[in-house]
Structure formats: C-alpha cells, structure tokens
C-alpha cells in the first residue's frame, strides 16, 4: 500500500497561473479531504468529498476547485494562483464505517505563488 | 461558530517528565476526538480516538481524557523522550459519523529537552 500520494512536492507558480494538485490514495476510502497549513493557522480544510461525484466545500475554499471521477483520485484545481495561495498543502482520506475515522495524510505539497 | 484552542503553542519540558497538551472547544458537541502527532515537513499522522462515552484512553505511554462537561481533552505523554518532540494537533469531530468533516486545532510544539 503507498497509502496517500501527492504530486507535485513543491511547486513555484506566478500570480494568474493555473495549476492542478493531485492526490491518490489505494486504501478505497470513501472520504478524501484538502487542507492547507500556513505558519500560526494551523491546518484549514478547503474541500472534502464523501464519495465518487459527491465534493463540499470547507472553511476556506475560494479560489480552489475540485472533482472526484474515481474512489481513488481527488484533484486540488488553482483556477488563477493568488500570492495568498502560498502555503503547504495536505491531502487525506479515511474510511467512512467501522468504529475509527483515523485520517491519512499525504505528505504534502509545497506551492509558492510569486 | 465551532472554537478549538490548543492552549499552549510551544511547551518545553525535561526528558522523562510527563507532559499534559490541553484541548479545549466550544459551540459544538463531538461524538469522538482526536489526536495527532505532526513532525516538520511531514503530514500527520492519528496517535488516538477517544469517543464521547469513554472517559480515558491509552496506548503505551500516551493517555487522553475526554470531558464533555468542561468540553476538553487532555493528552498525556509519560516518561517523554527526545523523540516525542513534535507538533501535537486535536480534532474534535463534527458528527458520529465517518462522513464528518474533520477540523483541527492549530496544535501544541512539544519540545523534550534532554
């Protein structure tokens, strides 16, 4: 099992460009979620998914989209990168029954918008 | 709105002390909480689950409590090491279920002093 992946590990991107953050995980967990961490935040959910088809938005999720075609992948989507958008983010997924939620972290991506 | 403090940003304690993180919420009621552990550059990674029904939980020298009354759970490390250093971080849980968003608190830097 690799359990979560993300790619790219860091990423330089200039203000107005686009760019897709991915994110895979092979434990077919129904619940797939994306957080961004910035120095005294803590971590902030942008957007989670609680299957195929189904995605929600978090506590800070303008200027961020995302899908989720398969069980598998849960892509982050930058539409116009923002220097604001500078920050490590942090895909999860977890399963959805049993008696632990415990969450996966993938091991981040590091995106600098200059 | 939904309020978790981790009271104290950065502890230091000496090498075989035990060391006492605080978790304290508010405007919500969560049926289960919990507890990560964070090294630098890495994701998190889940240490333990303590649900609302159960008093206290522990796994080798870590032990939390959960008190719905006073709305907080304290984690325990026993006999700390060097390599207990790390970012602790709690998450109460919005709902029951694994479809829950999981919202975290900005967390605790533990630092063990040999």
């Known amino acids: 099992n690799a359990g979560v992946t993300q790619t790219p590990k860091f990423q330089v991107l200039k203000t107005g460009q686009s760019m897709t953050l991915q994110c895979a995980q092979d434990?077919?967990?129904?619940?797939m979620s994306w957080y961004r961490q910035d120095p005294g935040m803590g971590l902030r959910l942008i957007h989670y998914s609680v299957g195929a088809g189904i995605t929600d938005q978090g506590e800070v999720p303008n200027g961020y989209n995302v899908s989720r075609s398969t069980t598998e992948d849960f892509p982050l989507r930058l539409l116009s990168a923002a220097p604001s958008q500078t920050s490590v983010y942090f895909c999860?997924?977890?399963?959805?029954?049993?008696?632990?939620?415990?969450?996966?972290f993938g091991p981040g991506t590091r995106l600098t918008v200059t | 709105s939904q309020k978790i403090e981790q009271n104290s940003e950065a502890l230091n304690i000496q090498e075989g002390k035990t060391a006492t993180l605080t978790c304290n919420y508010t405007?919500?009621?969560?049926?289960?909480l919990q507890w990560y552990r964070q090294d630098p550059g890495r994701g998190p990674v889940f240490l333990l689950l303590?649900?609302?029904?159960?008093k206290e939980k522990r796994k080798e020298r870590l032990k939390v409590t959960f008190d719905t009354t006073l709305k907080q759970s304290l984690f325990h490390i026993t006999a700390s090491q060097p390599a207990d250093s790390a970012t602790y971080l709690c998450a109460p849980s919005g709902g029951n279920s694994g479809n829950t968003p999981l919202v975290f608190g900005k967390g605790t830097r533990l630092s063990v002093i040999a």
């Open positions: 999860a997924s977890r399963g959805t029954s049993g008696a632990i939620y415990e969450q996966y």
């Open positions: 434990m077919n967990h129904e619940y």
């Open positions: 405007n919500y009621s969560p049926a289960y």
């Open positions: 303590i649900r609302e029904n159960e």
